[in-house]
């Protein structure tokens, strides 16, 4: 697929003929430097921006053919997406905002789905705490538990740890993984630190909106290597 913005002569390709497939059950970080095309390519798979060109599949359906309409229904119902600033909302308890998701769609949470969720990320004992009493890390538990509330396809990972510590984003790291291998949860997750690409299945490097290359079972060392490279190359 590709995405521009622009016309004419300020037009930007922000991807360029990029193909590639994310297979179930696997963890993929996507790197590059900045200006690569990572949240654009973040946001054209998870349907909340459209490409230019080409197609975007998930899970069976291919999202160009949906209205805005259906492609809402569908991002609800089978894509999770996780920010970097949590975005919750503050006047709602971790419940309350795991069970937005369902609420918005027109369903009503069950607490046992709530509870069993929320138990799953570690925060079973907050439940009824609203994000300001909660810190970072589990703020950012509470976000990864209401993109699972949906039992989503794929979850997206917008630099999720980018906003912790460093302690707490290798806990939040670890959940992942564990998500990935215990639920068999397929998650695709753009980052710009190596030890955090380290946890994923492969990496994936995009340098000036094309594919650069990939990395299986990566190393920090490895990867940060692959970057240096990336970021010294002439433009």
């Excluded at 360029?16 to 973040?42: E, I, N, Q």
């Excluded at 080409?54 to 949906?66: F, H, K, M, Y």
């Excluded at 027109?106 to 046992?112: F, I, L, V, Y």
């Excluded at 707490?168 to 190596?194: F, K, N, Y």
Aim: aromatic share 4%; net charge neutral.
């Amino acid at each position: 697929m590709s995405r521009n913005y622009g016309t004419g002569d300020g037009a930007v390709c922000a991807l360029d003929d990029v193909t590639l497939g994310f297979a179930a059950g696997t963890f993929t970080a996507v790197m590059g430097p900045s200006g690569s095309g990572k949240s654009t390519l973040l946001q054209c798979a998870a349907g909340l921006d459209r490409p230019s060109s080409g197609r975007v599949e998930v899970a069976g359906t291919d999202l160009a053919g949906l209205s805005e309409t259906k492609l809402t229904v569908l991002r609800r119902q089978r894509i999770g997406f996780v920010f970097q600033e949590f975005n919750l909302l503050p006047s709602l308890t971790a419940e309350q905002n795991v069970g937005l998701p369902l609420r918005l769609a027109g369903h009503r949470p069950k607490p046992a789905e709530v509870a069993a969720v929320l138990a799953e990320v570690g925060l079973k004992s907050r439940a009824r705490h609203r994000p300001g009493e909660m810190s970072g890390g589990q703020q950012q538990r509470v976000a990864i538990a209401r993109a699972l509330i949906t039992c989503p396809a794929v979850l997206f990972a917008d630099e999720p740890t980018g906003a912790l510590d460093t302690v707490t984003s290798r806990e939040i790291l670890a959940l992942l993984r564990g998500l990935v291998d215990e639920r068999a949860q397929t998650i695709v997750m753009v980052t710009h630190d190596p030890v955090a690409a380290s946890y994923a299945d492969r990496v994936v490097f995009l340098a000036d909106g094309r594919l650069a290359g990939e990395l299986p079972n990566p190393s920090p060392q490895a990867v940060a290597e692959r970057m240096a490279r990336l970021e010294a190359a002439p433009c």
